[in-house]
């Protein structure tokens, strides 16, 4: 936890209640241990999306389809795109979004299906949502700033690992320095590159905003 636990709880205990849908998917997935978006993180998006009013939202990582209904809920009239690789996840996923066809699947590793995106000029996200695996947001980001549109939001989470990524690498563990030093880059790349304006938030496992300025 980032926050103090009393803290967290108490902003927690001031959100909405989910409509049942979500409600029942959230429980599942709790349930399940399939690690979803906190409530921090519901309240965040669901301020971004209120205000901004995406058109075309595109999400890496999707789990078992939470955020990807959280989105659409809070973004009725957006397309989406959302992105799994993972078959124990897509089996509940497909099954979870099949009665939405706003919501369109691209099944496979997200280092390759943003490429081919890219490559097929299917740009104009307004809002992308970055929720996959944490050590990999680097290499996502040069596919990121080709799809995005100008004015847009990308919204990454779990960017604080935990808070462990204001430690010294010397006391990670050696297996978690790869994903600590990537992420250090990526954060470091997206608050102070010329094309986005960024902020980090300590909300639920850390949040970047960023708002994207345009190419140079
Ligand atoms: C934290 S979970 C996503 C949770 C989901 N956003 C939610 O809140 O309901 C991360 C997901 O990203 C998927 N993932 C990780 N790396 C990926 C990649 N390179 N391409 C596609 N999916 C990936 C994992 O399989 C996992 O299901």
Redesign the pocket.
């Known amino acids: 936890m980032i926050v103090n636990e009393h803290i967290e709880d108490y902003i927690d205990s001031l959100d909405r209640d989910l409509p049942d849908e979500l409600d029942r998917l959230e429980k599942w997935?709790l349930d399940n241990k399939?690690?979803?978006?906190r409530k921090s993180m519901q309240a965040l998006l669901r301020f971004l999306l209120k205000e901004r009013k995406p058109e075309k939202i595109l999400?890496?990582?999707?789990?078992?389809?939470?955020?990807?209904l959280?989105l659409e809920h809070y973004a009725p009239l957006a397309d989406i795109t959302t992105?799994?690789?993972?078959e124990m996840?897509l089996v509940h996923l497909r099954e979870n979004i099949k009665d939405h066809p706003n919501i369109r699947l691209i099944e496979?590793?997200?280092?390759d299906?943003l490429k081919e995106l890219s490559l097929n000029h299917t740009a104009g996200y307004d809002f992308i949502?970055l929720?996959?695996?944490k050590g990999?947001y680097m290499s996502f980001l040069e596919d990121i700033r080709k799809l995005i549109k100008k004015g847009g939001i990308l919204v990454t989470?779990?960017v604080l690992l935990e808070g462990s990524i204001a430690e010294s690498k010397f006391s990670i563990e050696r297996r978690d320095r790869t994903i600590h030093k990537r992420m250090r880059e990526y954060l470091y790349e997206l608050t102070h590159c010329e094309d986005f304006e960024t902020v980090v938030l300590p909300v639920g496992d850390g949040a970047a905003l960023s708002y994207f300025l345009g190419g140079t």
């Open positions: 997935a399939v690690p979803i978006i999400e890496i990582g999707a789990a078992i389809g939470f955020s990807t959280f992105m799994e690789k993972v996840r496979g590793d997200a280092s299906k949502f929720d996959a695996a990999q989470d779990n």
